[in-house]
Nanobody
Framework: QLQLVESGGGLVQPGGSLRLSCAVS????????IGWLRQAPGKEREGVSC????????KYAESAKGRFTISRDDAKNTVYLQMNDLKPGETAVYYC?????????????WGQGTKVTVSS
């Protein structure tokens, strides 16, 4: 059974950092592109970053460039999102998704999300 489990969310002060993890099971990371998305209260879901199945291409939303880094550990079957210099407006539930279209923003498989709160 294919499953994605996010972790690493929490409360962080503006300017702080968090590393989110997306542990996958039921498939290996070389099978699907993985995306990180977020949905803030009252707003539409937006793509943040993605990594292709080969791991050779990574994309970021303009707002994330220079501050966020997506990576993966194939041995652990886990994808990470390192987020630095977080801003209050980035408070949201962060989701990872598999079989993700880096250009379409659509995905077939979703995790349950992890909440990130950026507040002083």
């Amino acid at each position: 059974q294919l499953q994605l489990v996010e972790s690493g969310g929490g409360l962080v002060q503006p300017g702080g950092s968090l590393r989110l993890s997306c542990a996958v099971s039921g498939f290996t990371l070389d099978h699907y592109a993985i995306g990180w998305l977020r949905q803030a209260p009252g707003k539409e879901r937006e793509g943040v970053s993605c990594i292709t199945s080969s791991g050779g291409d990574r994309k970021y939303a303009e707002s994330a460039k220079g501050r966020f880094t997506i990576s993966r550990d194939d041995a652990k079957n886990t994808v990470y999102l390192q987020m630095n210099d977080l801003k209050p407006g980035e408070t949201a539930v962060y989701y990872c998704a598999a079989d993700y279209g880096c250009t379409t923003g659509e995905a077939k498989y979703w995790g349950q999300g992890t909440k990130v709160t950026v507040s002083s």
